[in-house]
């Protein structure tokens, strides 16, 4: 078992070391919460503290809400008001994606899955109204790029899960975030959870963080868009989502009530999508999976303005962790917490094997060779180098060794990171996508050398803020730097092409008005940074 005052003084000292103001975690075995801790407090803002943080604080959970979402898809599927194979037009007649046909194609079980091909995509801030679900789904999936053909690959997607909460909106006939209660959080005494900020201010609720040079501050701007509330708004507590892991874990019942069956529960936890590691990881209906030291673990991580929250399931050994903090850093490492907290309960090895690696099928190889470029990982190259498979990544070249026929693995020198290659199958000719590092990637007819207008990125130099970060872009001899003030880090920019640039953190696109004025950074098809002026 565990030694419970070394384990909290590690916590205590992670969350001292990575600024992070406060810290709640709970541990189910079975049907029981074996272990539920607060430490720290709730808001941080100069001299002033909020609440102790316990068990029973609400925080903003992030993608956490996405198999809660599930969870109310799984029960109107068992009730026969949905089916997760009928493509989703049948439920929304009017629905249309950018690429013609694609809705004759996505079903459920693809949007639940994140294998619709759509974008990631996400807004933290936009309207409360119930009513702007619908107004997102109508205006915002249309214009939404598809990264892949629906059902090709996997590709996280928040529109995807907005999507299927939608779908459950139109057919209970009642609001996404009533619903939720219906289905959800009343069967799982979940007394706390909630969609609405309104609802969880008369509680003790934890604030989002920033940290500068003068310490760690609230951020006086709480994230809230209904329409993405499907994906990743919900505001919860351990200990509710502690009843939602007991559910999970026990083959769909709770507190002696059946809220979903064990077939339901097997398929959000079966993979329905490959995401070529070498830890076996795949992704369920709403939920993630993997193999960690030989048992398998299903779960979520959530991440929304400086909240940062994990879920992770053992569902052999029936156990659960979660864990939930009002601040992400580095230097406190949530996810190695989580391990060593399962690797004493469950007495797994210190270490797991590593997979061995397989003579490779050479004759694959020239399909694979070619330049690729996605969202999340920005561009990359994979070559051959004499009798050797090779990446090429932000100017270094790594070395790829098989796992399988269709993935590899390599090492940075000097680095402890690890790089998986997943080559996507194609019935005949080159490799049309690739999966770096579980994010995908398309390949591309890459120009050596793009048309630069250094004389036009003069115009891009500025800040970009939203108030979980600060970005801030500069020209130096021709190369544009990008510096992310929640990372701390300065990188390059390597041009693509007008506005786009390839970067470690993905692709970065400059968004421009009718007058081309720059008005913002786009990272990764996903989050668009407002362009402030330097005294705001």
């Known amino acids: 078992m565990l030694d419970w005052a070394e384990f909290e003084e590690r916590i205590e000292a992670g969350m001292k070391a990575g ?10 075995r079975d049907q029981e919460v074996i272990y539920a801790e607060g430490f720290g407090f709730t808001a941080i803002d100069g001299d002033e503290t909020g609440l102790p943080v316990t068990p029973q604080t609400l925080f903003r959970i992030g993608s956490i809400t996405k198999p809660l979402t599930g969870t109310a898809i799984m029960r109107l599927v068992e009730a026969g008001r ?24 996505v079903t459920l079980r693809m949007l639940m899955s994140h294998t619709a091909g759509l974008v990631t995509a996400a807004g933290y801030y936009g309207g409360r109204d119930p009513s702007g679900l619908e107004t997102f789904i109508r205006e915002a999936i249309p214009r939404a790029p598809l990264v892949a053909p629906p059902g090709k690959l996997h590709s996280y997607s928040n529109l995807g899960l907005c999507i299927v909460g939608y779908i459950a909106q139109v057919v209970s006939g009642k609001p996404y975030a009533d619903l939720m209660e219906d289905l959800v959080f009343e069967p799982l005494e979940m007394q706390r959870t ?5 609802v969880a201010m008369t509680y003790p609720l934890a604030q989002s ?15 809230d868009n209904v329409g993405h509330y499907p994906a990743g708004f919900a505001i919860s507590t351990v200990l509710d989502l502690a009843n939602w892991t007991i559910m999970q874990l026990n083959e769909g019942r709770f507190a002696g009530a059946q809220v979903l069956s064990p077939g339901s529960v097997a398929e959000m936890q079966r993979p329905h999508a490959d995401l070529y590691t070498p830890n076996g990881a795949g992704y369920g209906l709403a939920l993630g999976t993997r193999t960690y ?28 962790v979660m864990t939930l ?22 007495d797994l090895p210190e270490t797991a094997p590593e997979p061995p690696p397989v003579a490779p099928d050479r004759s694959r190889w020239p399909a694979y060779a070619g330049s690729y470029i996605g969202d999340a990982r920005g561009l990359v190259t994979v070559q051959i180098e004499g009798d050797q498979l090779v990446l090429e990544r932000d100017g270094k070249s790594i070395a790829l060794h098989a796992l399988r026929d269709d993935l590899y693995f390599g090492q940075e020198a000097d680095s402890e990171e690890r790089v998986s290659v997943g080559f996507v199958p194609e019935e005949a000719g ?24 250094v004389a036009a990125w003069q115009a891009y130099v500025g800040q970009y803020r939203l108030p979980f970060d600060t970005v801030t872009v500069r020209l130096e001899d021709g190369t544009l730097f990008v510096h992310t003030q929640a990372q701390n880090e300065e990188v390059q920019l390597t041009p693509l092409g007008g506005r786009r640039f390839s970067t470690k953190y ?16 786009r990272v990764a098809n996903a989050v668009t940074f407002p362009r402030v002026e330097a005294d705001e």
């Open 430 to 453: 080159p490799t049309q996508y690739i999966m770096l590092n579980a994010a995908p990637c398309k390949r591309v007819e890459q120009d050596s050398s793009p048309d630069a207008d």
């Open 194 to 198: 909630t969609f609405d900020p309104t």
């Open 82 to 105: 949905l089916d997760l194979d009928q493509p989703v037009r049948t439920y929304v007649p009017w629905l249309t994606f950018s690429e013609k046909g694609a809705v004759d194609t």
């Open 506 to 521: 993905g692709l970065i696109e400059f968004q421009v008005d009718e007058n081309d004025t720059v008005t913002g950074l």
């Open 293 to 320: 030291k030989g048992v398998r673990r299903a779960g979520h991580n959530g991440a929304i303005n400086a909240f940062f929250s994990t879920l992770d399931m053992i569902p052999a050994s029936k156990v659960a």
């Open 325 to 346: 903090s009002n601040r992400a850093d580095e230097a406190f490492p949530v996810g190695k917490i989580v391990e060593g907290i399962l690797d004493r309960l469950l």
């Open 19 to 28: 600024h992070v103001p406060g810290f709640a975690l709970a541990i189910v």
């Open 209 to 223: 963080h920033t940290l500068d040079e003068d310490g760690v501050h609230v951020e006086h701007k709480y994230a």
